[in-house]
């Protein structure tokens, strides 16, 4: 829900306060039989539990045409996010092949967490003149835990690229604080269009995960969400087409991105929940412990943040209408994949080689209210894997599909 007013015309000084509420009710049952050494066990359930996220919040903007060519726009905001489980708990009190309890996998029952949290920001945009256009950003921004992150009880969830990751999660976790600068310049000549953008962001509390034990054969990672102190993201875009002349335009982009833990090895290691022949041990967190000690993978004090795609480019040429909105168009384009060596080993990430792969694509408008799309991708049939595909440890990975076809449409009425 949300409710706003603004104060000002648009095009002058304008004021907009308002307030929104979120509300997300989210629940994961997976139920499982099957046989882990001696341990036999029957339609047990490891799940999120029913539980919920409630979150009130206000905000105030503010946007001042300064002068004929520079615009500052600010905006502040500050919510209350709720969380808390909502399920039976005769239904908690039994979990998994060990059967242990939600309190002992989760390591508290303290599941009730409220989140206080604000956000500001403070963009310009200037026309340098009637080609060249610049924009600068800076913020700061919070964001809670969510239920996955907060209640999740050992399900199985495919999170990295390992692909076979049970997961646990912490009702303790603090909320992400980021502060982010963002940089632009855009250049439009007519026949030439491109522009280049990079941020960088410093997160502190930014939950990722510890590798928390792996299973004999080195296929299986149990990882459990925590806070690291300080994580980093840098990254830049860049574009680029030019009309060749009233029918024919190449083009190109680029995306790269960078993430790095930057506190890897944090001040204190989990000891997951286990049944010993004494009884329940609950999940604890020993001090004085490198994150991920008790998995036996040694990592460094720092390493690059797991699940961050490689650098991208793509290019390729635009065969179109002679008209300022064509009617058509047929495009040939190359995606062009770097390598991937900046990986968490510490949670077993694979270094993955880069690849190229050729689409063509088209599109018709016959009227305004009409669209027809197809085209081809990998025409060249070429046998690839994405970095984020799933590889396990011991090698068994899955590529993508060959050369496919596609064909879609849109009526507006």
Not at 73 to 92: E, F, S, V, Y
Request: charged letters at 20%; aromatic letters at 10%.
């Amino acid at each position: 829900m949300k409710a706003a007013l603004t104060w000002g015309e648009v095009g002058d000084q304008q004021l907009t306060t308002g307030v929104d509420f979120r509300y997300v009710k989210q629940e994961l049952n997976e139920i499982a039989s099957g046989r882990i050494g001696t341990n036999s066990f029957t339609d047990v359930n490891s799940p999120v539990p029913d539980s919920y996220i409630g979150n009130p919040g206000i905000y105030v903007e503010y946007s001042n045409p300064i002068t004929d060519r520079t615009t500052l726009n600010a905006g502040i905001r500050a919510d209350t996010a709720r969380a808390n489980i909502t399920d039976d708990p005769a239904k908690l009190a039994a979990l998994g092949p060990e059967q242990l309890s939600l309190a002992e996998i989760l390591g508290t029952d303290e599941y009730a967490q409220t989140f206080s949290l604000w956000s500001a920001y403070l963009a310009a945009e200037h026309e340098i003149n009637c080609c060249w256009s610049t924009n600068a950003s800076f913020g700061y921004a919070e964001r809670p835990p969510n239920q996955t992150e907060l209640y999740a009880a050992d399900p199985f969830m495919f999170l990295l690229q390992n692909g076979l990751n049970t997961v646990v999660g912490d009702p303790t976790l603090a909320p992400e604080r980021m502060w982010q600068m963002n940089l632009g310049i855009d250049y439009d000549g007519g026949r030439l269009r491109c522009g280049a953008s990079g941020f960088h962001s410093w997160i502190r509390d930014y939950i990722t995960f510890e590798n928390t034990q792996v299973d004999p054969m080195g296929t299986q990672v149990n990882l459990q969400f925590v806070n690291t102190d300080l994580a980093t993201l840098a990254g830049a875009e860049l574009y680029a087409e030019g009309d060749l002349n009233d029918w024919l335009t190449p083009f190109a982009t680029m995306q790269y991105v960078e993430g790095r833990d930057q506190t890897r090895d944090s001040t204190f290691a989990t000891d997951r929940a286990r049944e010993k022949p004494t009884g329940p041990v609950p999940k604890t967190k020993v001090a004085g412990l490198p994150r991920g000690d008790f998995s036996g993978i040694v990592g460094g004090s720092e390493e690059p943040l797991p699940g961050i795609s490689p650098l991208t480019c793509r290019a390729g040429i635009r065969l179109h209408e002679s008209s300022a909105e064509p009617t058509w168009f047929i495009e040939l384009a190359a995606r062009m994949v770097d390598q991937q060596d900046r990986v968490a080993k510490s949670l077993l990430e694979s270094p993955t080689p880069g690849f190229t792969v050729w689409d063509i694509r088209a599109a018709w408008q016959p009227s305004d209210r009409f669209t027809l799309v197809f085209g081809i991708e990998n025409f060249t049939d070429r046998t690839y894997r994405e970095h984020l595909d799933y590889r396990s440890p011991d090698g068994f990975q899955v590529f993508q599909p060959g050369i496919s076809f596609y064909v879609g449409s849109e009526v507006l009425y």
